[in-house]
């Protein structure tokens, strides 16, 4: 029962942010997945970036 109270209080206070999931975040979370995503591209990036300069360093020698 307490989790249906919780549901409800939270309705009570924002309506428009409770129930939040995948189509309805609250604005911390979309700042967080937001973060979340440019980490990963920015990773990917510097992965390529580590290879060609592994493949550039090995023509050199």
């Known amino acids: 029962m307490s989790v249906l109270r919780k549901w409800a209080r939270e309705y009570d206070d924002d309506p428009s942010q ?3 999931g995948k189509g309805q975040m609250k604005p911390e979370q979309l700042e967080i997945e937001k973060l979340r995503r ?3 591209k920015l990773k990917a990036e510097r992965d390529i970036l580590k ?3 592994a493949y550039f360093a090995r023509d050199a020698i």
Do not use: G, R
Request: hydrophobic share 55%; net charge neutral.
């Open 18 to 20: 409770s129930f939040p």
């Open 51 to 53: 290879k060609a300069a």
């Open 38 to 40: 440019e980490v990963a």
